[in-house]
């Protein structure tokens, strides 16, 4: 699959009549304000203006721009809006794991307005935020509940940058904005996303560009602010791309690996038979800023009888030396008739003093929000699941 270039024009959502500015990337807004007839010798100035109003303090109307022209902002405010997706469902899991259905808006070629998961986990003293890149996902992995949905397409960059926002207004992350009404276990923190990972539904790396222009919005100075050593891209392996994001992103990078041969990542990872393990390492040894201080984390999910063995553990240390590395086990999070279960505990704490004694650091990710489907290998947006809306825990998004 060939990334599409990054969309830095404002797309007409069908049946709506005014499309959004939240998200757009600073050539975005600049052709929006362009569109809107601010005079060329205005742009940048007026640019700068909107990204921090929009990106900064989080303004969801034009009228709290206060440093902009009444009459420009009632120009805007004709054209554009501040939206951000729809929430179609919000679940809060028994462990403050929170969960959003969005609906973005359809483009003109699609049937029916898509739909995507995004999912906010929250710590004592910091916050992450596992984001979508596409709408559904083609790799396939066969214990991944997201690899069942067929890919509708690639999110456009806004489309990306908006989960951010939105995650952002839910749990009041904006500056003097409230904490929400149902804040049981957010961060005791000034901030309370503090990471974002790219761990959601789709493969990154094929939406490449889209997802770079995204997180250079996400990384600005001057709006969002999210530290690039505090962002993760996760992917499955698709190796010609891995040393390109090391050159052009400067963010965190995390591998799927889950085996430690060619013939079971083939079954658990098809895309290994397009690019092997071997082939894989490689691009991790090489990639650009590697080093103790910035390592690569390799994902393993633990599977019962499939790949938690003594010996794979060894095998695992074997692959990985001489790449600075911490290697997350997890343990594998079930989900509607899978063919896998999850590795017994005694068996998840031998395989991990394994790794430990062989000096990687191997924390086991403690799972999150499975009671909502919202850990990790269980996001699926399909319409003709399971509404959140229908079931006991869901909250009402306005709410």
Request: proline content about 6%.
């Amino acid at each position: 699959m060939v990334s599409a270039a990054p969309t830095d024009t404002i797309l007409q959502p069908a049946g709506l009549s005014k499309p959004s500015l939240a998200g757009l990337t600073r050539d975005g807004l600049k052709a929006a304000l362009a569109a809107a007839g601010v005079p060329e010798k205005q742009l940048r100035m007026r640019v700068g203006q909107l990204w921090g109003w929009i990106y900064a303090h989080g303004v969801t109307s034009f009228d709290q721009m206060s440093d902009v022209s009444k009459e420009l902002r009632r120009t805007l405010a004709d054209l554009y809006t501040l939206d951000r997706p729809e929430i179609v469902a919000e679940q809060i899991s028994v462990d403050g794991t929170r969960k959003w259905l969005l609906r973005l808006p359809k483009l003109g070629h699609e049937a029916r307005a898509p739909e995507i998961e995004t999912v906010y986990i929250p710590e004592s003293d910091r916050g992450t935020l596992c984001i979508s890149s596409q709408i559904g996902c083609t790799l396939n992995c066969s214990f991944c509940h997201t690899g069942t949905q067929r890919l509708v397409r690639n999110l456009e960059a806004h489309e990306i940058v908006a989960q951010i926002m939105l995650a952002r207004d839910r749990i009041g992350d904006w500056p003097g904005s409230e904490k929400p009404a149902d804040g049981r276990l957010l961060p005791n923190a000034e901030r309370k996303i503090t990471n974002v990972v790219l761990m959601g539904m789709g493969e990154p790396l094929y939406n490449f560009d889209n997802v770079k222009a995204a997180m250079d919005v996400a990384s600005d100075d001057a709006g969002l602010s999210l530290s690039k050593r505090r962002i993760t891209l996760s992917t499955s392996g698709v190796v010609p791309e891995i040393p390109r994001w090391g050159e052009e992103s400067g963010t965190m990078l995390a591998i799927s690996l889950h085996a430690t041969n060619d013939a079971l990542r083939d079954e658990l990872v098809p895309l290994n038979r397009k690019y092997p393990i071997s082939e894989l390492l490689e691009a991790c040894r090489n990639y650009p800023g590697l080093s103790n201080a910035k390592r690569i984390t390799f994902e393993y999910v633990m599977l019962k009888g499939v790949n938690d063995s003594l010996a794979d553990a060894r095998a695992l240390v074997r692959l990985l030396a001489g790449i600075p590395a911490k290697i997350n086990l997890i343990p594998f999070n079930p989900w509607p008739n899978t063919k896998y279960e999850c590795s017994d505990w005694q068996t998840i704490e031998r395989f991990a003093d394994v790794v430990n004694r062989a000096g990687y650091a191997s924390p086991v990710r403690t799972p999150r929000g499975r009671d909502i489907l919202a850990a990790c290998g269980q996001l699926k947006s399909e319409s003709v699941k399971l509404r959140a809306s229908a079931r006991p825990d869901a909250i009402d998004p306005a709410g």
